[in-house]
Structure formats: structure tokens, C-alpha cells
């Protein structure tokens, strides 16, 4: 399975950005693709998933009301929009695919990873 993600950038609080991960290789028809982050000194979090086919999401209460995350199975992409954004949402953005349709946001449920995308909150 190969992911890559993109889309992340310097953004003011307040702002928006959508982030992208492409995805290929994976055989299963049920599966789920998360996002995660992880800030400089802090342990590697779950921020949102949804499932391969009935789009059932999942969120962290940080981001909950905030981030929405989407998918286009005609691409093999998943979105993370990312709005009201805050410094704390300061991270690099990693996304991943666990076999296990029923996987939440435990990263250590997640098999493959692409490389992370840095979002940086600032004014």
C-alpha cells in the first residue's frame, strides 16, 4: 500500500486548508483511512477516520465540529478539511489504512502510513 499526502502550508488561526491523501495497493473492499498528527514533543494522536465504504467517520473531540474528513473512492483519495483551524492544530499531518474496518483513531491499529505534511498555525 502506498499513500502520499499533501496539502499542508502556514495558515493564520482561523484559517482553512484541505489536506489530500492518495492511496494505492490495497486489495480489501473494507478497510478504514485515517488521519493523525503529531506535534514536536507530543505523542502521535488520531484526528479522524472513515470507513472504505459507508463513509462512517470518526473524530477526536479537538477537532470535532471543526475538521471534516471525506473520501472519493473513484480516486483513491481522502480529504481532511481543516477549518477554524487553531496554533494548536500546529503538526505534521500523517495519513494511514488499517485492515481492520473497525479501527478508531488507536494509531498502533493502522499498518501503512504515508510521509506527513506539515500544517503550521501562526500569525
Known amino acids: 500500500v502506498q499513500l502520499q499526502a499533501s496539502g499542508g502550508g502556514l495558515v493564520q488561526p482561523g484559517g482553512s486548508l484541505r489536506l489530500s491523501c492518495g492511496f494505492s495497493?490495497?486489495?480489501?473492499?473494507?478497510?478504514?483511512i485515517g488521519w493523525f498528527r503529531q506535534a514536536p514533543g507530543k505523542e502521535r494522536e488520531g484526528v479522524a477516520c472513515i470507513h472504505s465504504r459507508d463513509g462512517t467517520t470518526f473524530y477526536a473531540g479537538s477537532v470535532k465540529g471543526r475538521f471534516t474528513i471525506s473520501r472519493d473512492n473513484a480516486k483513491n483519495t481522502v480529504y481532511l478539511q481543516m477549518n477554524s483551524l487553531k496554533p494548536e492544530d500546529t503538526a505534521v499531518y500523517y495519513c494511514a489504512t488499517s485492515p481492520d474496518y473497525r479501527a478508531t483513531l488507536s494509531w498502533r491499529q493502522y499498518t501503512d502510513w504515508g510521509q506527513g505534511t506539515l500544517v503550521t498555525v501562526s500569525s
Open positions: 495497493g490495497f486489495t480489501l473492499d473494507y478497510y478504514k
